[in-house]
């Protein structure tokens, strides 16, 4: 029998004009509200955004109704402000919480119009608004904790600032799934084996596991490789409102 060749999908090109949008969703995006959640470390990250949507947001917005990944100049825009961002406080849970923002911001955006858009055209916009939101937020996470695995880590992990992430099921073994998460909210090992009922030898064996196979030494640097990965997501938040 012939062989028999997979077809490689071709993507959807909306033509909608966002670029056009930039006036609107980049004020928006940069809503002092927008960052409430990340407490005292609020104004920094709006700072950032400011430095970078400029570069950032007009490829997006290609990325968007094209379906063709973030370029290059982005991804390393995104990088540099996390290296040097990398002699200051900042904690990792804001660090994960960048991409929120701008996702919160889009997905509004689309909502406000989706009666002048075809259902499927909504589906394919939300979807790789999530992807690129994804990609950039774990592309920063990694660079952050690259930078800092000179220092320990767990001082920037305890800082009493927590990250809503949830475990998908299926992509690690439990009970590492929920430990995992319980690390990224910045909790020490006496604390997760509370919440799991599992000893802190338990603990410590099952992170040294997950280290040993993803090849990295610290606890920042495996969570970010957990969103990298996309064992971690972060829970969803209710959209905000542009108004």
Not at 3 to 15: A, C, G, I, M, Y
Not at 41 to 70: M, Q, S
Request: net charge positive; glycine share 8%.
């Amino acid at each position: 029998m012939p062989e028999t060749r997979r077809q490689t999908p071709v993507r959807k090109v909306l033509s909608l004009g966002l670029r056009g949008r930039i006036g609107e969703l980049a004020p928006a995006m940069l809503a002092p509200r927008l960052f409430e959640a990340s407490g005292p470390h609020g104004p920094w990250l709006r700072e950032r955004y400011r430095e970078i949507l400029p570069v950032v947001l007009p490829d997006a917005l290609d990325a968007l109704e094209t379906g063709h990944r973030i370029n290059a100049t982005s991804v390393e825009v995104i990088r540099g402000s996390a290296i040097a961002m990398s002699d200051t406080q900042v904690p990792l849970s804001v660090v994960l919480r960048g991409s929120i923002p701008a996702l919160r911001v889009f997905s509004s955006f689309i909502h406000a119009r989706e009666t002048g858009l075809a259902p499927r055209d909504v589906t394919i916009l939300m979807g790789r608004a999530a992807l690129i939101a994804g990609e950039l937020g774990a592309c920063w996470a990694e660079a952050w904790a690259q930078a800092r695995t000179s220092g320990d880590p767990g001082d920037h992990l305890a800082d009493g600032d927590s990250l809503d992430l949830v475990g998908v099921p299926g992509t690690a073994q439990s009970p590492g799934l929920e430990m995992l998460a319980l690390v990224a909210s910045g909790r020490s090992n006496d604390q997760i084996a509370l919440a799991t009922d599992y000893s802190p030898q338990a603990v410590k064996w099952h992170l040294a596991r997950m280290m040993r196979q993803w090849k990295v030494d610290n606890r920042a640097t495996l969570v970010a490789v957990a969103l990298v990965r996309g064992v971690l997501v972060v829970r969803p938040d209710r959209p905000a409102s542009l108004s």
